[in-house]
């Protein structure tokens, strides 16, 4: 039996703040037995006669193809709406764009830079909308992280997080949410160019102190990943990013995920894991400059028994899903 929450019914994310903790945990809990059902052959109709726009403002590999799949796989279909493609900011406004795809469409998954723009779709296309990252936030990646997290664990409340690199990027955002709203403690290690914003590291605390959950901002890398049970960390360039290269590489190389960093957690191997969302440059072969080597993750800790990244970048899939069915689908039918 599958649980569904009629409250999710119509609801957009555009932040996981959006979500209360339960919500959120329900929607990853709904991901894992849609990922069981999908496992055992179940190819369902949950989403028949649904339709997905994907505006897509910047690359995608897994969120594209996460989006796309999660519904066809139930009967509906998806549309992809590259920038080159529509009208979208340029020869038409946000809204009046927002209002003609929401007599189309069922949902609208969008990918750009501005969280205003994202919200601002919400705001006038009538249909639920969701966000598959901007400059400030990543939600639905944080979904497939908690899934991955939960199935390594089989719980959240009281695990270590510790995310290593550009402390202030979309991911680092999201997931220092992700962890207060489902009561991990969470250490953020990035050098003090790179800090996450005070407020939202003040509405994060707020949030976790409910669920005893903590913050720690430290620009030691060392000392944050103590007693850690993830390392996480991202690229050190985001996308729209990629004039800050080289000032990038210069800060964070003390922070790159390496053997002795993941020795420093000091944590069993049976009760550690290592997660990333994904482009990752972990090797020559995806380094830009091949000089350079691997950048955020060196090879070792990428292909260990403990990365569990190819496992993280499948949930996305199962947790798109689970926003889809939780916000379009007839409860009934489940
Ligand atoms: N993790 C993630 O969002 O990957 P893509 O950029 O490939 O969608
Ligand atoms: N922080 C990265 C995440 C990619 C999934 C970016 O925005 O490019």
């Keep these: 039996m599958i649980k569904w929450n009629p409250e999710l019914y119509g609801r957009s994310l555009l932040c996981l703040m959006d979500f209360t903790d339960t919500e959120m945990l329900e929607l990853v809990d709904l991901a894992v037995a849609l990922k069981a059902r999908r496992r055992a052959g179940i190819r369902g109709d949950l989403l028949q006669r649904r339709h997905i726009a994907l505006i897509f403002e910047k690359g995608s590999t897994r969120t594209r193809t996460a989006a796309s799949?999660?519904?066809?796989?139930?009967?509906?279909t998806a549309e992809y709406l590259s920038q080159n493609d529509i009208h979208l900011g340029a020869k038409e406004s946000v809204k009046d764009t927002a209002r003609v795809l929401g007599r189309t469409f069922d949902g609208i998954l969008f990918r750009g830079f501005s969280q205003q723009r994202v919200a601002d779709l919400a705001q006038h296309a009538g249909v639920p909308v969701w966000n598959g990252l901007t400059d400030a936030f990543h939600p639905t990646q944080i979904l497939a992280?908690?899934?991955t997290i939960k199935e390594n664990f089989g719980r959240l409340?009281?695990?270590k997080v510790a995310y290593v690199g550009d402390g202030r990027n979309n991911v680092a955002n999201s997931l220092m949410i992700g962890c207060m709203k489902a009561g991990i403690n969470f250490a953020n290690c990035t050098p003090a160019?790179?800090?996450?914003?005070?407020?939202l590291v003040k509405g994060a605390r707020a949030?976790?102190?409910r669920k005893g959950a903590t913050i720690e901002v430290c620009t030691d890398p060392l000392q944050g990943v103590k007693g850690a049970n993830v390392i996480y960390t991202?690229?050190?360039v985001s996308m729209g990013e990629e004039s800050e290269r080289e000032n990038r590489i210069r800060l964070l190389r003390p922070y790159q995920v390496n053997r002795a960093l993941v020795e420093a957690t000091g944590t069993p191997e049976d009760q550690f894991i290592f997660l990333h969302c994904l482009p990752?440059?972990?090797?020559r072969e995806t380094t830009m400059t091949a000089e350079s080597g691997a950048l955020e993750v060196t090879d070792d800790v990428f292909e260990a028994p403990y990365s569990k990244v190819f496992d993280e970048a499948e949930n996305r899939m199962h947790t798109i899903k689970a926003l889809?069915?939780?916000a379009l689908a007839d409860g009934s039918a489940l």
């Design 69 to 76: 799949i999660a519904v066809r796989d139930e009967g509906g």
């Design 207 to 209: 949030t976790g102190a």
């Design 280 to 283: 990752a440059f972990h090797d």
């Design 145 to 147: 992280d908690l899934m």
């Design 157 to 159: 409340k009281g695990l």
């Design 324 to 326: 889809y069915v939780s």
């Design 193 to 199: 160019e790179l800090l996450p914003d005070a407020e």
């Design 234 to 236: 991202d690229v050190w």
